[in-house]
């Protein structure tokens, strides 16, 4: 398994951008598709986005479509979450997660919150 730690996470104001960054070490990066959760107080955790490790294709879940735009560095092994025109609802932890062939690694999480 591959060992993820998350950062940029944040208090920032509805309307701002902030970038999560997901550094993926003991692993090569492209090898592994990856993907964006978050988990809000009370709430199960979520799907937000997802690339795919074969064909670099993405999608996203419908309430942060156009919002939020996941990309990979794989020479650097590392993945981000752009966020922009964020939203107070998009406050909760985000973690990184990498699958491949039956192994599933997450991060530790990182607190974003979006409040004026």
């Known amino acids: 398994q591959v060992q993820l730690v998350e950062s940029g996470g944040g208090l920032v104001q509805p309307g701002e951008s902030m970038r999560l960054t997901c550094a993926v070490s003991g692993g090569t990066l492209d090898s592994y598709a990856i993907g964006w959760f978050r988990q809000a107080p009370g709430m199960e955790r979520e799907g937000v986005s997802c690339?795919?490790?074969?064909?670099?294709?993405?999608s996203y879940t419908d309430s942060v479509n156009v919002r939020f735009t996941i990309s990979r560095d794989n020479a650097k092994n590392t993945v981000y979450l752009q966020m922009n025109s964020l939203k107070p609802e998009d406050t909760a932890v985000y973690y990184c997660?990498?699958?491949?062939?039956?192994?599933?690694?997450w991060g530790q999480g990182t607190q974003v919150t979006v409040s004026s």
């Open positions: 690339s795919s490790s074969r064909d670099g294709s993405t």
């Open positions: 997660n990498a699958k491949k062939s039956g192994t599933d690694s």
